[in-house]
């Protein structure tokens, strides 16, 4: 699977971004699809997936701030940033696989695309 993710940019504190990732290739119709970030000098982490079935799930830092969302029939997985903080800076990556809170549940990734958030 092939994962190209779009969206990113520059945004001043509490702006929003919206962030697409399209999937081609031999998609899966069980596949989970999620969004990983990773901060300059930290470790990637988990933001937000969801399910085939539509049911999302997020950490507890972006909950009430960010949307994930999907549409099966172009395999495309969408997140939706508002109230971005300056703590939101980062390279955010989708990734497709069987899904949870690890990287480890995701056999495939995007490229990666950028998101800054000035204060």
């Known amino acids: 699977v092939q994962l190209q993710a779009s969206g990113g940019g520059l945004v001043q504190a509490g702006g929003s971004l919206r962030l697409s990732c399209a999937a081609s290739g031999r998609t899966s119709t069980t596949y989970q699809m999620g969004w990983f970030r990773q901060a300059p000098g930290k470790e990637r982490e988990f933001v937000s997936a969801?399910?085939?079935?539509?049911?999302?799930y997020y950490k507890d830092s972006v909950k009430g701030r960010f949307t994930i969302s999907r549409d099966n029939a172009k395999n495309t997985v969408y997140l939706q940033m508002n109230s971005l903080k300056p703590e939101d800076t980062a390279v955010y990556y989708c990734?497709?696989?069987?899904?949870?809170?690890?990287?480890?549940?995701?056999?495939?990734w995007g490229q990666g695309t950028l998101v800054t958030v000035s204060s």
């Open positions: 990734a497709a696989g069987r899904g949870g809170w690890y990287e480890n549940g995701y056999d495939d």
């Open positions: 969801i399910t085939w079935t539509k049911i999302p």
